[in-house]
């Protein structure tokens, strides 16, 4: 969405993007990449073959729409439970995280809140994905 966002505006509607932070930047980068590879990884190994189109309606749509991609987690709080339920949804910390480091004056969520839940994510997918490979590979 981001390069659309930065190329494709109306005149004189371009977004001020400066980069807040370049460590909080990369590391969001990289473990966010590590989490989506192993959150895939997690699918593809617990998913039967034959039903991988169903993934795509059932998982990946809604995690996009509620991953706070087209606008900030802080948005969601007039619907305080949709807020909460959508913390399970690994893009959310991804996408404020890239927001916070991209745009710092719109709203996000804590730098310490966004980081422990990718870092950690990404431990507990990777944990997971790995065991469940290993599992499926072995049978």
Known sequence: MFPAVLFIHADG????VNVDSWPVLVLVMVAGSL????????????????KVQMMFSLILLPMTMLGCVYYPWSALES???LQY???VNPLVYVSEGLRSTLTPD??????????LAIVGGTIVLTWAATRTFTKRVLT
């Open 106 to 115: 719109l709203p996000h969520m804590p730098t310490w809140a966004f980081l």
């Open 13 to 16: 509607e371009a977004p001020q």
């Open 85 to 87: 339920l959508s913390l």
């Open 79 to 81: 619907i305080p439970w």
């Open 35 to 50: 989490l989506a590879a192993s959150g895939g990884l997690l699918l593809g190994t617990l998913m039967n073959p034959q």
